[in-house]
Every structure is written in C-alpha cells, then in structure tokens.
C-alpha cells in the first residue's frame, strides 16, 4: 500500500442512517475510510452493525445521506442513470451471499452479461467469459443451465460474472456464506489470486475467519466509524 497516492476510492465524511417508525438507525456518522489499489480488506463484525449497508454505499447500489465519495478522484456521487450504471458495469464487481444468477440461462450466459450490456463485441466478451469459468474450475460445465448446477458452482459463476469485465474493485457480501469448507477455499482462494495477479482491490464483508485472515486490512463499524480490528 503507498499512502503517497491518491486512493482508488475515499470515502469522506459519510453518514447514513435508516428510520424506522420509532426510532433512527445510525449506521455511518462523518465517517472516513481511504482505499488504495490492490488492497484487500475484510470487514467484519456482528450482524446488522451495518457492513452490507456499506458495501452498498461502496459500490454505488445504495447513497449516503451526506458526505462524498470519490472514485481515482471522481465525485461519484454526481453520477446518474446511465453514467452511474456503465461506471458500477466497468469497474464494480459484486458478488452476493445469494448468486442472483439469471435462472434458465447457461453458465456462460450469465457470464457474458456485463460484457453484452457493455456493448462489447460478441465474440471477444464469450472468449473473456470462457477464460473466466475456467479460472473458477468451470470449464466444462459453461453449458449448463445454472439451476442444474451445485451451491458451489453457482456461486463461482456469479464470481466469473463479476470478475470478467476485470473490475477495479470486487466487493463480496458474505461470498461464502452458503458454501461448504471445499468449496469456500476454492473461491477464497482465487479471490485473493486475482487480488494479486490484476490488483484487483478486494473489499470482503465475512464472517470467516480463514477469509478475514488471508486480508491485509481488518475493519469494523463502530459508532458510526469505519475502524481498525
Ligand atoms: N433499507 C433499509 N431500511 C431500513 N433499515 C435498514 C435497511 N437496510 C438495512 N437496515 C438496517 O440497518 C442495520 C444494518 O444493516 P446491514 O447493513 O444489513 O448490516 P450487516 O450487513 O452488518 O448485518 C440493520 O439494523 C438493518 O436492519
Ligand atoms: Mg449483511
């Protein structure tokens, strides 16, 4: 990590709360949190301290009440429609507890989504696609229809699908949540390949102390700060 540049993504004095009819939820109060470039970070710590809440922030899929966030220096937070939606194709990988798969469509189907919608060329997106199911041990199976395919294959596709465009970021919600311990190391472990081989930055909410461990960098909400374990 060289704190000397500018980081990939800053966040800077963001709160965010939820309402509910009794009461206000305080999950961020002017809170700060720089993330440079090929990082790895977990984030961690009890359920409902608000760690998916911001993830979603991170990733464009949810808005703080106040503050800024900057992306390599961009105000992302003036981004709209279109703009916002080709910025979270182009550079934001997600990967969710639960896959979001496109049911009836085959592995490489699915994986060759971000690339269609980033009106790349056919032919070169289903070659990206292609190269990505095998780095996931799914070469052989680009043909299946996802619901025929296994919890753990599912959700090593829905990690092809976010890696393919090759993100500047990928953010994982709990990714191995429903996963058994095999197929959990597999995908940790070429989460924190790509990490090293693309720079690819990794931001992992988990509650798996193996994943949290292989993490350069620990963090966890607490009085609405993002802070250091
Ligand atoms: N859209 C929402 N509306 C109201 N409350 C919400 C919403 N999303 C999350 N919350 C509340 O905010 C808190 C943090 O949620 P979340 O970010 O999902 O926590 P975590 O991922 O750490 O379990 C929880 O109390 C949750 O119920
Ligand atoms: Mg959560």
Known sequence: ??????PLIKIESVSKNFHSKTSKIEILNNADFDIYKGESIAVVGASGIGKSTLLHI????????SGN???????????????LANFRNAKIGFVF????LLQGFSAIENVMMPGLIANKKKKSVEKSALNMLERVGLSLRYSHRVEDLSGGEQQRVALARALVMKPKVLLADEPT???DQKNSE???ELMNELNKELGMTLIVVTHNNKLA???KRKVTLMDGNIVPV
């Open 1 to 6: 990590m060289d704190n000397t540049q500018t």
């Open 58 to 65: 991170i990733g464009t899929l949810d808005k703080p009440d």
């Open 69 to 83: 966030i900057f992306f390599q220096g961009k105000d992302l937070l003036s981004y709209k429609g279109e703009q």
């Open 97 to 100: 507890q639960f896959h979001y």
């Open 177 to 179: 949540g429903n996963l």
């Open 186 to 188: 597999s995908v940790h």
């Open 213 to 215: 461990e292989m993490m």
